[in-house]
């Protein structure tokens, strides 16, 4: 059982919104910005699209954003495109030994 | 651009040991943090262990402290995992991956190699 909850599939249609929500606690999602979200296509490693809950990396697309209230992340994508069906991933920093936790993924698929 | 490159993954029997290694390109590897990243096949990603830039802070997750050692040697630009009394449910992609951001593991997973497979089976 993974430290954070993702739903385990969500699915939209080209040049729809979707929203993949991460739930943890207040030792590590709710106590932090410290929230990242990681995409990976298949046979891939992740790379990362949202890092310190809404921020993006260079070159990374406007159509990712994130958020968070409280003790749940959100990463949104707008205007889905097919290349956007893949895995997801939020992590984030946990207090105590466990440095770090990842949530159970979500599978995307653009219908 | 940073480039880390994975090796040392294997087939090994229950009990067994392996030592993974990541060699780094860039010349700044003695400034980043560094974390060892697994996902067992068809499963999601969990976070195995977490080294300082200097060495001197390291964590582990739960199911692995006290059989796996992390490491590095800035020097030679390279990180390495010793995986002792490997168990079937060790059996994964192994990655080699370097933190961006704050520092005192507050940071995010920034560069991801390619992995290496460790396959525990009798």
């Known amino acids: 059982q993974s430290a954070l909850t993702q739903p385990a599939s969500v699915s939209g249609s080209p040049g729809q919104s979707i929203t993949i929500s991460c739930t943890g606690t207040s030792n590590d999602v709710g106590g932090y910005n410290y929230v990242s979200w990681y995409q990976q296509h298949p046979g891939k490693p992740p790379k990362v699209m949202i890092y310190d809950v809404s921020n993006r990396p260079s070159g990374v697309s406007n159509r990712f954003s994130g958020s968070k209230s409280g003790n749940t992340a959100s990463l949104t994508i707008s205007g889905l495109q097919a290349e956007d069906e893949a895995d997801y991933y939020c992590?984030?920093?946990?207090?105590?030994?466990?440095?770090?936790?990842f949530g159970g993924g979500t599978k995307l698929t653009v219908l | 651009e940073v480039q880390l490159v994975e090796s040392g993954g294997g087939l090994v029997q229950p009990g067994g040991s392996l030592r993974l290694s990541c060699a780094a390109s860039?010349?700044?590897?003695?400034?980043?943090?560094m974390n060892w990243v697994r996902q067992a096949p068809g499963k999601g990603l969990e976070w195995v262990s977490y080294?300082?830039?200097?060495?001197?802070?390291?964590y582990y997750t739960d199911s692995v402290r006290g059989r796996f050692t992390i490491s590095r040697d800035n020097a030679k630009k390279s990180l390495y995992l010793q995986m002792n009394s490997l168990r079937a449910e060790d059996t994964a992609v192994y990655y080699c991956?370097?933190?961006?951001?704050?520092?005192?593991?507050?940071?995010?997973?920034?560069?991801w190699g390619q992995g290496t497979l460790v396959t525990v089976s009798s």
């Open positions: 991956v370097r933190d961006q951001g704050y520092s005192y593991g507050l940071g995010y997973f920034a560069y």
């Open positions: 992590s984030s920093y946990a207090s105590g030994s466990t440095l770090r936790v």
């Open positions: 860039e010349l700044t590897f003695s400034s980043y943090e």
């Open positions: 080294i300082s830039s200097s060495g001197s802070n390291i």
